[in-house]
């Protein structure tokens, strides 16, 4: 028995040398971050910011890859199957743990398939409307959606595993209100319909639809967090307006496959949080409506279980499918 244990000591001191020695080592190529939605959505928008100082940090290339459609969880299922060496990356917006429950076949699992790097910042989702739309507030909005169920629509970019689309199906919930949600592969193509006025209204992120609300073409109607966004101080929370009690965060967050080396993530992670705390990117980010983290990977791991638990059940509940 002693032998085994002396064994099995050795081979655990030799996988630690081995990691460490190739966290050394790390990055000594190019490294991919794919994002799950198409190009000039929030997600991609940040994942561009972030990878670019990254790169800077790293001495190497970070590419981000968009994997746009089904929820995310293209790019997602790609990340989870690819090598656990640090070179694939995925970066997640707040949907990422309700995907399992809307999606049961899915072939990776939320908590379990990823190690979490680092979250990168939490932002509100904003509800719009264009500015030729005859609701001037929030109330008009459910107003008309009471009287005539079933015919406003709106868009949420990427589809059912996203925090925008979740946000309408919560608010749609709680309002006891029938709208047709409009699904779409990311931000940038939802953006582009509103504001062609093919669809009525939107949820989306502040870094998105940001420069659409100030320049007037659209409206911004109320924010889901429990408090008002500081990029937004004049636009109301849903809570404030109709359901007391109402929130719904968005955040932003890095992935690599279960099973990367744990020096690897450890220096991902650090570098990250420096990225973040440059202050010229936390500038980038106050105008964007997004409030930078900083964290541990066992800190983003523990908000991920908590948030797959805390959608799982709520996508049950609602009986919500993926279209």
Do not use: C
Request: charged share 15%.
């Amino acid at each position: 028995m002693t032998h085994w244990i002396r064994l099995a000591t050795l081979a655990a001191a030799a996988a630690l040398a081995f990691g460490a020695a190739k966290a050394q080592t790390y990055p000594n190529k190019p490294i991919n971050m794919a994002v799950g939605f198409a190009p000039g959505g929030s997600g991609d928008i940040l994942a561009r910011l972030v990878s670019s100082r990254l790169a800077t940090a790293l001495g190497q290339p970070v590419v981000v890859e968009n994997r746009p459609g089904a929820g995310a969880t293209i790019a997602t299922s790609y990340v989870a199957s690819a090598p656990a060496d640090g070179y694939t990356l995925l970066f997640v917006t707040s949907g990422f743990p309700g995907s399992t429950a809307l999606y049961p076949k899915l072939k990776y699992d939320t908590v379990r398939s990823f190690a979490p790097v680092a979250k990168v910042g939490a932002s509100p989702v904003v509800v719009v409307v264009p500015a030729a739309s005859p609701s001037q507030n929030f109330g008009e909005v459910l107003a008309a959606a009471r009287k005539a169920p079933g015919k406003l629509n709106y868009a949420a970019g990427g589809g059912g595993a996203t925090t925008t689309s979740l946000a309408a199906e919560f608010l749609k919930s709680e309002a006891k209100v029938d709208m047709l949600m409009v699904p779409y592969k990311g931000s940038g193509p939802a953006l582009t319909a509103l504001l062609a006025g093919e669809v009525d209204m939107g949820f989306d992120i502040p870094s998105s639809a940001l420069p659409h609300i100030q320049s007037g073409k659209l409206r911004a109607l109320a924010v889901t967090t429990a408090k008002r966004s500081a990029v937004l101080p004049g636009v109301p929370t849903v809570a404030e307006l109709a359901l007391p009690g109402f929130e719904v965060t968005g955040w932003f967050g890095v992935l690599a496959p279960a099973g990367t080396p744990a020096a690897v993530v450890e220096r991902l992670n650090r570098e990250i949080n420096a990225v973040l705390a440059q202050p010229d990117v936390k500038e980038r980010l106050a105008s964007l409506g997004v409030e930078p983290a900083q964290g541990s990977p066992a800190d983003f791991a523990a908000l991920i279980a908590s948030e797959t638990k805390r959608y799982g059940d709520a996508i049950r509940r609602l009986g919500l499918t993926a279209e």
